[in-house]
């Protein structure tokens, strides 16, 4: 073989282990990147942010079963706030809207919410109290949260809230299993990644 071909020769090697070293050192590059971004995004879900599913039909219209939900560990929850929480039966873990805060009495009557005897109007439930009007039948049957507390008056005590699901006649939530510790709340829901909108507060 002639020096000039095995110069060629050489030149291909050397190409080729350059070539080859380059295409080791962007894998080396792109996994150590990968794997710092599972490592943040599984940091951030557990301390900023949580993307949970939910369940079942006790939320309809604002969610549906199966809707994947961004929840903001570090929002505090606000009257008619969505919520993802570990229920206090202790059957895992649910969504639902706060209705009563700490320090308030809850009371239904005649379809209407009375907040410490003050009508609050629900806006996200008026199309579905105009249709049970004309039909004659009530969204949310009258309790008082009296009903589902060991205290006289009705309060709610500080550190718990008083949860409902949008579809009163079939949702489970405080009138079934009481009221929710804020110790129990993993976060506040803030979008339904289905669709990408705001949910209605």
Request: without cysteine; glycine residues 6%.
């Amino acid at each position: 073989m002639s020096s000039k071909k095995k110069s060629n020769n050489r030149k291909k090697q050397r190409k080729k282990n350059s070539k080859k070293r380059f295409l080791q050192e962007i894998s080396k590059e792109l996994g150590i990147t990968f794997l710092i971004v599972f490592l943040l995004l599984f940091i951030l879900s557990n301390v900023v942010f949580a993307l949970p599913k939910n369940e079942g039909y006790g939320m309809r219209e604002a969610l549906n079963d199966g809707d994947r939900v961004y929840v903001d560990r570090l929002g505090k929850p606000k009257r008619f706030s969505l919520i993802y929480f570990k229920q206090p039966d202790g059957n895992g873990t649910s969504i639902r809207r706060v209705i009563g805060l700490p320090g308030e009495r809850v009371r239904y009557h005649n379809d209407e919410l009375y907040i410490d005897d003050r009508l609050v109007v629900e806006r996200f439930l008026q199309k579905k109290l105009v249709q049970a009007k004309l039909a004659d039948q009530v969204i949310t049957e009258d309790f008082d949260s009296i009903d589902i507390m060991e205290t006289n008056n009705g309060m709610i005590p500080k550190g718990k809230y008083l949860v409902l699901g949008d579809n009163r006649n079939y949702a489970t939530d405080s009138r079934y299993y009481g009221l929710v510790d804020e110790q129990a709340v993993i976060g506040k829901v803030e979008l339904r990644l289905s669709l990408f909108q705001l949910l209605r507060k």
